[in-house]
């Protein structure tokens, strides 16, 4: 059973920049869920995406934005980079949306200079 | 707003010993609630879970208390072992349609051998 994988591992950006975040959930997992991890914070749910539509959004502004392909894998996308935008951005896969554990990819270092 | 917070940014345990981790929250619509275990560069692991019509939760060496009157969720590890050295989170949420889970800002737990 292969897990939650996430790419790139680091990524560097200018503030301004648009950066694309990709994520393979685990196998049988048809739901994606996307976390900001800020320095010294915890987890903030961004978004979820369930049979590629954005199911349940957080506080983040419409320059975030989401993808599902019909693999379950999704994308994350940032527009107008900031740099408030620097994070540990994960991606959680689930059985479904009403199944209540989330399994946690490495995650992808994001530094916006 | 903090709605889950973990007001003890570190603890120290001996092995062998019972490590205590706690966690406040402050909306009593929250239905769901998880802990997570960190290690450094790798994503959140999912670790033990409880229903809000449950107070208490085991599995193994780990037992979640849920005291909903006090909105006190704690999180029991006995031993402690040094592998169980980590950053825990909890994480709370309210099903509407999903769970979208609340984080809080974690402890760092260290086992002493």
Redesign the interface.
């Known amino acids: 059973e292969t897990g939650v994988t996430q790419s790139p591992t680091h990524l560097i950006k200018t503030r301004g920049q648009q950066v694309t975040l990709r994520c393979s959930s685990q196998s049988g997992h048809n739901t994606v869920s996307w976390y900001q991890q800020a320095l010294g914070q915890g987890p903030q749910f961004i978004f979820q995406y369930y049979r590629e539509e954005e199911n349940g959004r957080g506080n983040f502004p419409p320059r975030f934005s989401g993808l599902q392909f019909p693999n379950y894998s999704s994308e994350l996308n940032v527009n107008a980079l900031e740099l408030d935008d620097s994070a540990l951005y994960l991606c959680a896969s689930s059985l479904g949306p009403v199944s209540y554990e989330q399994y946690f990819g490495p995650g992808t270092r994001l530094t916006v200079t | 707003d903090q709605q889950?917070k973990?007001n003890s940014p570190s603890l120290s345990v001996q092995e062998g010993r019972i490590s205590i981790l706690n966690c406040d929250y402050t909306n009593s619509m929250f239905d769901?609630f998880?802990w997570?275990k960190k290690y450094p560069?790798?994503?959140?692991?999912?670790l033990i879970?409880i229903?809000s019509i449950k107070d208490k939760n085991e599995d193994g060496r780990f037992t979640v208390f849920l005291n909903k009157s006090a909105k006190h969720l704690s999180l029991h590890i006995v031993p402690s072992q040094p592998g169980d050295s980590a950053v825990y989170?909890c994480?709370a949420?309210r099903?509407?349609?999903?769970?979208?889970?609340?984080?809080?800002?974690?402890t760092r737990l260290k086992v002493l051998a």
């Not at chain 2, 560069?41 to 999912?46: L, N, R, S």
Request: hydrophobic share 30%; no cysteine.
């Open positions: 889950v973990q769901y998880l997570y560069a790798e994503g959140p692991t999912f879970s229903s989170f994480a949420s099903f509407s349609g999903t769970y979208k889970y609340i984080f809080g800002t974690g």
